[in-house]
T-cell receptor, first 112, second 114 residues
Framework: KQEVTQIPAALSVPEGENLVLNCSFT??????LQWFRQDPGKGLTSLLL?????REQTSGRLNASLDKSSGRSTLYIAASQPGDSATYLC???????????FGKGTSLLVTP | GAVVSQHPSRVICKSGTSVKIECRSL??????MFWYRQFPKQSLMLMAT?????????EQGVEKDKFLINHASLTLSTLTVTSAHPEDSSFYIC??????????FGSGTQLSVL
């Protein structure tokens, strides 16, 4: 059974810092990996999707990497802002259109 | 872009009542929809997979008679929490699969059972 682990569980940083969120998964046979943002009591916002054949994806200040063989992904956030405060979820999919396996998330607080 | 609408966003009900949550794909036909549940500080856990016109497939530990799922059309799936109890209080969220590929999520429903 696929297990997804995210470290750290919570993180507090001052505004402007660069930070890295970590995600690991036990079964490397994945189709893709996604990073989501979740605000309190809200749905999910997809940030980045990395196909299993890819190594990284970038969107603005966000960069996600994938090392499928070692079962790891990182989400790098550059020049953090208070508006980045949210829970970040990592999820993997075993195949196209299949349900996702989620980690518990990293709760990020960026202080002004 | 594809949009999935989930309604209601928040519901408070008395113990013993039933609550229905709707998930609609607004601009595409969703052959498959997924229902997740998220308890505080926990990950989203898949409850069931629903395919249009057929019975839902439930994950281990999820009571199918308590969580009724109906996927009667290609744009609508409903989750009914029957005889809700306080332990059913949770955040419920659906996702819809477009053409068996992309997944789109609803905005979620916060259920509070008193």
């Amino acid at each position: 059974k696929q297990e997804v682990t995210q470290i750290p569980a919570a993180l507090s940083v001052p505004e402007g810092e660069n930070l890295v969120l970590n995600c690991s998964f036990t079964d490397s046979a994945i189709y893709n990996l996604q990073w989501f943002r979740q605000d309190p009591g809200k749905g999910l916002t997809s940030l980045l999707l990395i196909q299993s054949s890819q190594r990284e994806q970038t969107s603005g200040r966000l960069n996600a990497s994938l090392d499928k063989s070692s079962g790891r992904s990182t989400l790098y956030i550059a020049a953090s802002q208070p508006g980045d405060s949210a829970t970040y979820l990592c999820a993997v999919s075993p195949d196209s259109g299949y349900a996702l396996n989620f980690g518990k998330g990293t709760s990020l607080l960026v202080t002004p | 872009g594809a949009v999935v609408s989930q309604h209601p966003s928040r519901v408070i009900c008395k113990s013993g009542t039933s609550v229905k949550i709707e998930c609609r794909s607004l601009d595409f036909q969703a052959t498959t929809m997924f229902w997740y549940r998220q308890f505080p500080k926990q990950s989203l856990m898949l409850m069931a997979t629903s395919n249009e016109g057929s019975k839902a497939t439930y994950e281990q530990g999820v009571e199918k008679d308590k969580f009724l799922i109906n996927h009667a059309s290609l744009t609508l799936s409903t989750l009914t929490v029957t005889s809700a109890h306080p332990e059913d209080s949770s955040f419920y969220i659906c996702s819809a699969s477009r053409a068996g590929k992309s997944l789109f999520f609803g905005s979620g429903t916060q259920l509070s059972v008193l």
